[in-house]
């Protein structure tokens, strides 16, 4: 994909992002997986460890989308709201544990978006 935002409510599994550049993802999901893509920023919920692979310039924030039956949605996912690690990324790329990776960062506050549907 590229140039593209995808907006997704509570997912009870994974989510696989492949190949993305200079798009906007909001998911919330148990897992997710983002190989080869570039220049991207990720609004999560994810329950695990985010894992990015072959990634550059991948930006991280907390899950900002907003609709009526989000709390249902959640429910019906058996995800837990209460749990999000939203900031801890795992990349296969960058295995050094003394410095931080340069193929990820977290989205400064003053760059979020929140969507309300």
Same mark, same amino acid.
């Given at each position: ?12 599994? =994974? ?6 550049? $200079? ?13 080869? @893509?570039?220049? #991207? ?12 692979? !072959? #990634? !550059? ?17 959640? !429910? ?5 709201? =209460?749990?999000? =690690? ?22 400064? !506050? @003053?760059?979020?978006?929140?969507? $309300?549907?």
């Amino acid at each position: 994909m590229k140039n593209c935002t995808v907006l997704c409510g509570p997912v009870c599994r =994974s989510v696989f992002v492949h190949d993305s550049v $200079n798009c906007k993802f909001v998911v919330a999901c148990q897992q997710l997986r983002i190989h080869t @893509s570039t220049e #991207c920023q990720f609004y999560i919920h994810v329950t695990s460890r985010a894992i990015i692979e !072959e #990634c !550059e310039k991948v930006y991280f924030a907390p899950y900002a989308l907003t609709y009526d039956g989000l709390d249902q949605d959640y !429910e019906v996912s058996g995800l837990q709201i =209460s749990k999000n =690690s939203w900031n801890d990324i795992d990349d296969f790329d960058w295995l050094a544990k003394d410095r931080p990776s340069p193929n990820w960062s977290l989205l400064p !506050e @003053s760059e979020r978006i929140t969507w $309300n549907l």
